[in-house]
């Protein structure tokens, strides 16, 4: 009787030693893969931005010009 509980104490004890053994190696794997695609949201995050800041400094610059040409045509008409 005692034999058969300190088999099966022994078999439980080692087969949670082995599966908690592959567990570890896959959480190390599974956290690279998940730190490698944080790293390329962050890329396309980064990209995204540029390109918004891009259209937007652009847009700021043309209508700068526009008001600032509107306000030098009617300066001069009033200076002649």
């Known amino acids: 009787m005692k ?4 088999s ?3 078999v439980v004890l080692f087969s ?7 567990t570890a190696g896959q959480d190390a794997k599974d956290a690279g893969t998940d730190l490698k695609d944080a790293a390329k949201a962050t890329g396309h995050a980064v990209e995204k931005t540029g390109s918004a800041t ?20 009617k300066v001069e008409g009033k200076t002649k």
């Open 16 to 22: 949670t030693v082995f599966l908690s053994g592959q």
């Open 3 to 6: 034999t058969k509980i300190l």
């Open 54 to 73: 891009k259209k937007a400094s652009k847009k700021v610059a043309h209508k700068t010009a526009k008001v600032t040409k509107e306000g030098a045509e």
């Open 8 to 10: 099966i104490v022994s």
